[in-house]
């Protein structure tokens, strides 16, 4: 972002003498049993243990062996089962959110405190689906070829893929594969690693199919983030000609072309923070497809019956899945140095400029208490 630019908007900001500052966590692990690794955005692996924190970006993965429990700010609670991966996302994309984490594979339960409103207060994105939760006990599965259960156990978490959204209500589950919108929800319990085995065996009996289906994805995926990095660079040069032109409203006394700018600032900031979701969310979707892509061919290639056709083909496809690294570790070099330290600085300049109009509302409504009482 422009040096200085944001800035700008401490400068047009009213001193606070004390703000309540939101946590900067997003999960903390509170028990650790077997192998469990946590790793910070863009650093190495390393041995999770009890009381650690979890922030934006952070992922936590368990062994064969392996489970934790993670607690979040608002008092919500989940429990990873063995063999799974998942990313803490920023919650300070969505309003009044609890937290939000992608789930690449495996299983997690999650215990979520009820919000007010009808807004999800936790999310749970999968290669193939988001649910949203607003109060429940839900547990959420993603097996070898991406394909994600969710199975309610109180509450009711609205699921969605594909352009197609379905609610599941409590004592029912719901599932959602590649390229399909969620299936109506069926009443009763179920499994996980039942399901999980019988998408496995789906898998192995049409490995090309679910391959070629993951490599298109991919590719497309690359193109949506590639157009979201480029959306947040338009809205962020837009957005710091507004801060200049607030700034020079306020420095000469116009008080009216101030806050008129000021009602723009502001629509551009919130503008910039879906701008900043959207990245979040395409890095997401890219990076778990291409996680679920060479696991799938992993749990494939292990299988001896497996055509010689077939095999070289699934081979082929995880060449090229090699090939566009270049690609991947560009989009990514980008996402963690330049536009994460961008999305930080947007989201600190929105709060400060939330905290300036907040104290200016109630400087006048105390000038005009004062006025009445004269």
């Not at 215990?111 to 290669?127: D, H, I, L, N």
């Not at 983030?225 to 032109?245: G, M, P, Q, S, W």
């Not at 290639?301 to 991947?328: C, F, G, H, Q, Y």
Request: proline share 3%.
């Amino acid at each position: 972002m422009r040096n200085g630019v944001f800035a700008a908007v401490l400068a047009l900001a009213v001193p606070l003498a004390a703000q309540a500052s939101p946590s900067d966590w997003e999960g903390q692990v509170r028990s650790v049993a077997g192998k469990v690794q946590a790793k910070a955005f863009g650093a190495q692996w390393h041995d999770a243990a009890p009381g650690e924190n979890l922030l934006a970006g952070d992922r936590l993965k368990t062994g064969s062996d392996g489970a934790a429990i993670v607690a979040l700010p608002d008092g919500s609670e989940i429990k990873v089962s063995s063999g799974t991966l998942f990313e803490f996302n920023d919650s300070r994309h969505g309003e009044d959110s609890a937290g939000s984490v992608a789930l690449f594979l495996g299983k997690l339960w999650a215990r979520v405190q009820k919000a007010a409103g009808t807004r999800a207060c936790f999310v749970v994105s999968t290669p193939t689906a988001v649910a949203g939760v607003r109060g429940t006990e839900l547990e959420v599965g993603v097996a070898d070829d991406g394909a994600t259960l969710v199975s309610v156990a109180a509450g009711a978490v609205a699921l969605s893929a594909e352009g197609g959204e379905i609610e599941v209500k409590a004592g029912e589950h719901a599932e959602a594969g590649h390229g399909e919108k969620p299936r109506p929800p069926v009443k009763g319990a179920m499994k996980f690693e039942a399901w999980a085995d019988l998408r496995r065996k789906a898998l192995l009996a049409d490995p090309r199919g679910v391959m070629r289906a993951l490599m298109a994805k991919i590719k497309k995926e690359e193109q949506d983030l590639e157009a979201a990095l480029e959306r947040f660079k338009v809205l962020e040069k837009e957005t710091a000609l507004l801060v200049d032109k607030a700034r020079l409203a306020r420095s000469g006394k116009q008080k009216d072309a101030y806050r008129e700018i000021a009602s723009e600032v502001e629509k551009g900031f919130a503008g910039l923070k879906k701008a900043a979701a959207a990245i979040e969310t395409a890095r997401n979707r890219l990076t778990m497809n291409a996680t679920i892509m060479r696991h799938a061919y992993k749990a494939v290639s292990a299988n001896k019956d497996l055509p010689a056709e077939a095999r070289a083909e699934l081979k082929s496809l995880i060449t090229d899945l090699k090939n566009e690294r270049v690609r991947l570790q560009k989009l990514r070099a980008e996402f963690k140095v330049e536009f994460r330290q961008k999305i930080g600085e947007v989201h600190r300049a929105y709060r400060e400029f939330k905290e300036q109009k907040q104290v200016k509302e109630k400087v006048k409504s105390k000038r005009k208490a004062r006025k009445d009482r004269e």
